[in-house]
């Protein structure tokens, strides 16, 4: 699913290849978002995000994804998901 954790986090991959897609989040209307680009990730990548990141994670290929994943405190009031095809958000 796509998704905002609503605060800030670091990725890195230990193992397997995984596909970030990023969007991004309007304005004037947190809920509006639109795809901005994709990364990939391999072994020994390691990215950070701020809270206003909304991404979709999808692992590659047939080796098992092993990442270690650090978060800050979650907004809940700020976090989303969306449908994957209306992009309509709801809270989580």
């Known amino acids: 699913k796509i998704h905002i954790h609503a605060t800030w986090g670091i990725v890195a991959m ?4 995984e596909k970030n897609i990023s969007w991004q989040q309007a304005k004037e209307e947190p809920t509006a978002i639109h795809e901005v ?3 990939i990730l391999y ?6 995000f701020t809270s206003n990141a909304v991404h979709r ?7 098992p994804t092993i990442s270690f994943n650090l978060y800050g405190v979650t907004d809940k009031k700020q976090r989303y998901k ?3 095809n209306t992009l309509e958000a709801s809270h989580f």
């Open 14 to 17: 230990g193992g397997g290849q």
């Open 37 to 39: 680009g994709e990364q």
């Open 43 to 48: 072994p020994g990548d390691i990215i950070g």
């Open 57 to 63: 994670v999808a692992p590659m290929g047939d080796e």
């Open 82 to 84: 969306y449908d994957d």
